[in-house]
T-cell receptor, first 113, second 118 residues
Framework: EPEVTQTPSHQVTQMGQEVILRCVPISNHLYFYWYRQILGQKVEFLVSFYNNEISEKSEIFDDQFSVERPDGSNFTLKIRSTKLEDSAMYFC???????????FGAGTRLSVL | AQTVTQSQPEMSVQEAETVTLSCTYDTSESDYYLFWYKQPPSRQMILVIRQEAYKQQNATENRFSVNFQKAAKSFSLKISDSQLGDAAMYFCAYRSAGMKGHGSKLTFGTGTRLQVTL
């Protein structure tokens, strides 16, 4: 069964460093999303992406965040200068045109030291 | 803005028994989708079941079923014949249908941790 793939599974970085989280959505899906989950808290929406542009973003998704689809398969989330409070699980999801289900990857655990 | 409330932080059920997890939501929209996702210790988000608001019939997936009460804005999940593998965090989620297939975000509740005991 097709699945959303995220790499790395765990990323450790120093405060102030840039990180790029990578996702390979399901191949025929055109809508992509990033969510984050701070430990012990609920899953929060960050951004949605379609047709090479952001469809919607939350107030969490400030100028420190950016997304990109650099090629036909990858979808990335970049955090330019990480803060301690960026430590969280980051989930990528994708959905198919006309379908209401979002399929999630296994997540990347980001630890900012 | 839509909100999703899960008032039970933790629930416990004995193996083979039935348990119901509660979820309420607030919205002014008439057309939307509701979901239950399961998050086991591995922390992957796994879709359990979904419900379209325009459908009156409650969704069912094997041992999982929902009680969707649109007027009350309630969407509970019933797990029958509970198994040890059902132990996980369960999240209720809402998605607007205003942008059909156009990337509407999911709004999640705070989750209910389900323990399954022998």
């Amino acid at each position: 069964e097709p699945e959303v793939t995220q790499t790395p599974s765990h990323q450790v970085t120093q405060m102030g460093q840039e990180v790029i989280l990578r996702c390979v959505p399901i191949s025929n899906h055109l809508y992509f999303y990033w969510y984050r989950q701070i430990l012990g808290q609920k899953v929060e929406f960050l951004v949605s992406f379609y047709n090479n542009e952001i469809s919607e973003k939350s107030e969490i998704f400030d100028d420190q965040f950016s997304v990109e689809r650099p090629d036909g398969s990858n979808f990335t989330l970049k955090i330019r200068s990480t803060k301690l409070e960026d430590s969280a699980m980051y989930f990528c999801a994708s959905s198919e045109t006309g379908k209401n289900i979002q399929y999630f990857g296994a997540g990347t655990r980001l630890s900012v030291l | 803005a839509q909100t999703v409330t899960q008032s039970q932080p933790e629930m416990s059920v004995q193996e083979a028994e039935t348990v119901t997890l509660s979820c309420t939501y607030d919205t002014s929209e008439s057309d939307y989708y509701l979901f239950w996702y399961k998050q086991p210790p591995s922390r992957q988000m796994i879709l359990v079941i979904r419900q379209e608001a325009y459908k009156q019939q409650n969704a069912t997936e094997n041992r999982f079923s929902v009680n969707f009460q649109k007027a009350a804005k309630s969407f509970s999940l019933k797990i029958s014949d509970s198994q040890l593998g059902d132990a996980a965090m369960y999240f209720c989620a809402y998605r607007s249908a205003g942008m059909k297939g156009h990337g509407s975000k999911l709004t999640f509740g705070t989750g209910t941790r389900l323990q399954v005991t022998l």
